[in-house]
């Protein structure tokens, strides 16, 4: 078995090969015998360099801080700490362009649905500054003036008709008119810092986190709290440590909220744990 899942790999034939050693798998875990699954598992991990090729490398001149694909997937962009923004081919990892310079670290970004527009958040907290801005995807140029300047801001995303954008400024959660480049009712008043942001995929309700230990559900545009603060701390947080919900999503069908926590040691200043939950 060994020496024929080498053959076929050599010879380019990988999907017959996935498929004997699956069959294989199979059989071994059937009939309980141990020597033949160890073989098998052997083989899928041989295999499995050959699943997946790195396209390209691309060099940065500082972190990246974040990675986006446009809808239709044909490009990427990735933002850094170098205050810009980067577009690539997907098929080849060739750069579209020139970068997209911003005053500040790039700390966020996406594509408006239709693959035209991009909105940009940067911030650079040590000067307390940062900006919001809207760009052409075609020709990399800023359309217009940004929509919020002059506090940092950590994170942008659109609305699904790309009208609105949500925008977490000066540890707020605030709707803007991109057309208008107002705000849209009240701030979404999340206790302590807002450090992230996620809108459902119908648009209908943002959700927050903080340094709180807490995510929290607001209707849009109204602004309302909707139902109980997610916690990710207990009740009664500790003394000694502190939570902070640091990523927060929906699922596609927009039934289900992911979130993700660091906790941190207060006395010794550094995360010494967190956690993901449902």
């Not at 500082?62 to 990735?78: E, H, I, T």
């Not at 700490?81 to 080849?92: C, I, M, N, Q, S």
């Not at 996620?198 to 559900?217: F, K, M, N, Q, V």
Request: include cysteine; hydrophobic fraction near 40%.
């Amino acid at each position: 078995l060994d020496d024929m899942q080498v053959l076929l790999r050599d010879h380019g034939n990988l999907a017959h090969a996935l498929l004997l050693v699956e069959q294989s798998l199979d059989q071994a875990i059937r009939n309980d015998d141990p020597a033949l699954e160890r073989v098998a598992r052997i083989n899928l991990t041989a295999l499995r360099v050959l699943l997946t090729r790195r396209r390209a490398s691309l060099p940065l001149p500082d972190w990246a801080l974040d990675v986006v694909y446009s809808p239709d997937g044909k490009q990427f962009a990735v933002a850094g700490k170098d205050k810009t923004v980067r577009l690539y081919e997907t098929a080849t990892g060739n750069a579209i362009g020139k970068p997209l310079a911003h005053a500040h670290p790039v700390s966020s970004m996406q594509f408006r649905r239709d693959g035209n527009m991009i909105v940009t958040a940067s911030a650079d907290l040590d000067a307390d500054a940062g900006a919001v801005r809207l760009w052409s995807s075609a020709t990399g140029q800023p359309l217009g003036p940004p929509v919020v300047e002059g506090k940092p801001c950590r994170w942008a995303a659109f609305t699904p008709r790309g009208e609105l954008v949500l925008v977490v400024v000066d540890d707020k959660a605030q709707l803007f008119d991109t057309g208008k480049r107002a705000p849209l009712g009240p701030p979404l008043k999340h206790p302590g810092r807002a450090l992230t942001a996620a809108l459902s995929p119908d648009g209908t309700t943002a959700l927050t986190a903080g340094d709180d230990g807490t995510a929290r559900l607001w209707q849009v545009p109204s602004g309302k709290p909707l139902g109980a603060p997610l916690r990710h701390d207990a009740a009664q947080p500790s003394t000694n440590h502190r939570t902070f919900v640091v990523t927060a999503a929906f699922s596609p069908d927009g039934r289900t909220i992911a979130t993700g926590s660091q906790v941190e040691d207060v006395k010794e200043k550094r995360f010494v744990a967190g956690d993901a939950r449902l």
